[in-house]
Structures are given as C-alpha cells and as structure tokens.
C-alpha cells in the first residue's frame, strides 16, 4: 500500500471517536517498534520526523525506512513532517514523499501565521499532501526552541474559524495545557487540560480534526528505571492517560508522542547494559529496547487512542 494522508483516517477516527497516534521516529528500531505493534493491532499510524530528525537520519534514510514499513505492514500510514516552520522545509518534505506536513506558525503574528499557512496549504494541496496547522503557543523543549511557561499560551477559540477558513488547513494543533519534553508539570503540580476550551473550539469546527502535541504520558515505570540504573533525571510529569482518553473521544483525532519513545528505548538499554556489562554489541541491547517501544505503543493503541482495528 502507498502512504496515504490523514483525509480519511481522520474522518473515521472523528466519526468513531478514537485517535490516531503520531509518534515520531529517528532511527530503524523505533520505526519497527512502533509499526510492529500497530500491525499486530490493525491499527492506522502517522510517523511524524521533526527537522531534527531529518537532519539526524536523513531524508532518504527516513524515507526508505518508512518504505520498508510500508511494505512489512500493508497498513495504511502517513509521513508527516512535525514542526516545519518555513515553507521551503514543507516544501521538500513534499518534493521528497511525505504526505503531510506541520507548518507551525505559531511563534508568529497572527496574520503572519495565516499567511505561511496559506502559502504551504497552496503548494501541498496541488501537490496531493496535507496541512496540519498550529494555533496557541504549547511550553517546552522541541528541538532547538524552549519555550517557556510565560511565553506559552492557549488557543483563542475565537481565533480558530477564521484561521480555518482563510489557510485551508486539514487539521488544528491547538493548546490547551500538554506541553513538549519529559518535564510537563512540577511536583506537586496537579496534571490539567482544558477541556472547555477543547470543547469550544470543536462547537466552533464542528467535524474538524483537532491535534494534540505534547501528549506523553511520560511513563513513570520508564524514569524509575533510568533512575535505578545510573540516571539522573529529574522528576518528571507527562499528561495522564485518561485525559488523552477523553480528549481522543472528543475532536482529537492526532496525538502526538515522542518522549515516551525515548523513555521507553533509554530506560531498556540503561537496565540491558546494567545486568549484562559484559555486552558490547548493539544488537543485544537495541533488541530489547525496540521490542519496549512496541509494547509501549501497543499499549497507548489500545488504551490511550483506541485505534485498534480501525486500518
Ligand atoms: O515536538 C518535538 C518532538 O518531540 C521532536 O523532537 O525535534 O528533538 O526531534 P526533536
Ligand atoms: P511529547 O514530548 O509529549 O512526546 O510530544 C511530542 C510532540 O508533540 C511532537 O510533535
Ligand atoms: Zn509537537
């Protein structure tokens, strides 16, 4: 099967209210973790590669990987670039296969934002991909750029219907209180969404598909084990499930994982080589640590986003 874009997963998943989950990806491993487990579930994917990403594996690699999934899955799957914040990144991702893309204008004016929204909209629609926009400011590290909590902000439903109509965008990321990275909420910080807001912005989009990044769960087992086995990281608080449960139920028909990828491959490889020191090949601890990465996405397939069985 070709890749395909998000039009018709996200018209299922509004309509059966369950979500499609976007997970990112960097090297083979989490590749074939992540669409191992959602073959074994019959479960459409979006593989989502940042800038970083690209930079880090290369296009073609990236590319031939996801081909190869393809392939190995007969799932139906989309490429979408995370996070591209210039029409020149859009339009090679394009060029080069990707069937989606991300141009996050959300650091931008509100008209500025409109405008290179309009313009990547333009150039992808005539060239058979998708747009995913971003409206609100989420906090938190995404490659380069840390944002930080006074200079993140939640959507403005009253912005969202003129941003729809005037882009032509596919889909809206929006903010509503996930942020990016391992380190979400404080400790003792009671973990929050606003769902009004969610809520308002579908009564004004009826039908829309509506993204949420920076919905790591930051599985708590994973950085007891980083800990354990020589670890430093600092407490960490990611988004509970059921929240993202609820939110899938809802409008939400994307959501976002990275961190909990990293987590999960860190964490096994930490404790891998911390009961056999002897180990030297990378074969013997990526092995384990690929097979976590398709647990855990097992894992969020049927109880966060409840796409199983839906490709
Ligand atoms: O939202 C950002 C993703 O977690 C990607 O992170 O740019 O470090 O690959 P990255
Ligand atoms: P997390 O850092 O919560 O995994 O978010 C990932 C994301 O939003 C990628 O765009
Ligand atoms: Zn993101």
């Not at 039009?7 to 499609?20: C, Q, R, V």
């Not at 996801?66 to 029409?87: I, K, Q, R």
């Not at 920076?214 to 509970?240: F, L, Q, R, W």
């Amino acid at each position: 099967m070709p890749l395909v874009t998000t039009t018709e997963m996200f018209k299922k998943a509004y309509e059966g209210g369950y979500a499609i989950g976007a997970f990112n990806v960097n090297n083979m491993e989490i590749v074939q973790g992540i669409t191992e487990a959602a073959k074994e579930l019959n479960s459409p994917l979006v593989l989502q590669v940042s800038a970083g990403a690209r930079k880090y594996a290369s296009h073609t690699y990236l590319m031939k990987l996801v081909e190869a999934a393809l392939e190995e899955t007969n799932l139906p799957l989309a490429l979408h670039l995370d996070h591209g914040d210039t029409f020149e990144i859009c339009k090679s991702c394009i060029d080069g296969g990707f069937s989606s893309v991300m141009i996050d204008g959300s650091h931008h004016s509100f008209e500025e934002n409109i405008r290179l929204t309009r313009q990547v909209v333009e150039y992808a629609h005539a060239n058979g991909a998708v747009v995913e926009g971003e409206l609100g400011r989420l906090a938190g590290v995404e490659d380069d750029v840390n944002v930080s909590e006074e200079d993140a902000s939640y959507t403005k439903p009253e912005e969202v219907e003129e941003f729809v109509a005037r882009t032509g965008v596919d889909s809206l990321a929006i903010a509503i209180g996930t942020s990016h990275g391992a380190f979400k909420f404080k400790p003792g910080q009671k973990p929050q969404l606003r769902f009004d807001i969610l809520e308002e912005i579908s009564r004004r989009l009826p039908g829309f598909p509506i993204v949420l990044h920076g919905a790591s769960s930051v599985v708590p087992e994973y950085v007891k084990m980083i800990n354990e086995y020589g670890g430093a990281m600092p407490d960490a608080i990611g988004i509970p499930e059921e929240m993202l449960r609820q939110a899938a139920k809802m409008s939400v028909c994307k959501i976002n994982i990275d961190s909990d990828l990293r987590l999960a491959m860190t964490a096994t490889i930490r404790q891998h080589l911390a009961q056999h020191p002897d180990h030297f090949d990378p074969r013997q601890y990526l092995k384990p640590a690929r097979e976590e990465v398709k647990k855990m996405v097992a894992h969020k397939i049927v109880n966060v986003l409840g796409s199983d069985g839906k490709a």
